[in-house]
């Protein structure tokens, strides 16, 4: 199966920085690629999918990049709702995986 | 307003089965694929399969062929995932989730979660 490597594992950051996450994976996944939102005790939201594009209500601060094994979730301006758990995931090849998580916390 | 609302938690002993139920709002089963997941305590997601609630067909996770079951009653617009030989392994939340305005693997409608709990 495809392994999914996110890092770093944490990263703190101050409310109005720009952030860039990654996502490597072990396979070619091409353009199926998606980024996922998780806060405590609440469901995954989906944020880009097809690589780069917002889901629907997604704000315009966040925006996706990358093809092929490598990948980045880039949010311009942190606001305060944006401090959660971040998972990339492919659905290019059975079974679906995602990476393990980046975790954003204030400074 | 497009929405799946899962059955509630479950405290079950080692060996025996869970059935979890997942229940579209909003829109007809039938009309998109749906995928559950789960996520064990302080851990990442794992997907489990998917389930065509059209024609009912599925697709699991080679770690759950034989233990995994995905079916649907369209009549009330309810989808099912059933675990059987449970193990302490299993204990985690366990998420339906519906790809219907993104694409395919892409799930931008999630249900709410059911915690599964296996203790002896």
């Known amino acids: 199966e495809i392994v999914m490597t996110q890092s770093p594992a944490t990263l703190s950051v101050s409310p109005g920085e720009r952030v860039t996450l990654s996502c490597r994976g072990s396979q070619n996944v091409g353009f199926n690629f998606a980024w996922y939102q998780q806060k405590p005790g609440r469901a995954p939201r989906l944020l880009i999918y097809n690589r780069s594009i917002r889901a629907t209500g997604v704000p315009a601060r966040f925006s996706g990049s990358g093809s092929g094994t490598e990948f980045t979730l880039t949010i311009s301006s942190l606001q305060s709702e944006d401090f959660a758990v971040y998972y990339c995931q492919q659905y290019d090849d059975w079974p679906y995986t995602l990476g393990q998580g980046t975790k954003l916390e204030i400074k | 307003q497009v929405q799946l609302v899962q059955s509630g938690a479950e405290v079950k002993k080692p060996g025996t089965s869970v059935k979890v139920s997942c229940k579209a709002s909003?829109?007809?089963?039938?009309?998109?694929?749906l995928h559950w997941a789960r996520q064990a305590p302080g851990q990442g997601l794992e997907w489990v399969g998917w389930?065509?609630?059209?024609?009912?067909?599925?697709r699991y996770t080679q770690k759950f062929l034989g233990r995994v079951s995905m079916t649907r009653d369209t009549s009330i617009n309810t989808a099912y995932m059933e675990l059987t030989s449970l193990t302490s392994d299993d204990t985690a939340v366990y998420y339906c989730?519906?790809?219907?305005?993104?694409?395919?693997?892409?799930?931008?409608?999630w249900g709410q979660g059911t915690r599964v709990a296996v203790s002896s």
């Open positions: 989730a519906a790809v219907v305005t993104a694409s395919t693997g892409a799930c931008d409608v």
């Open positions: 909003g829109y007809t089963l039938t009309g998109y694929y």
């Open positions: 389930l065509n609630p059209n024609s009912g067909v599925t």
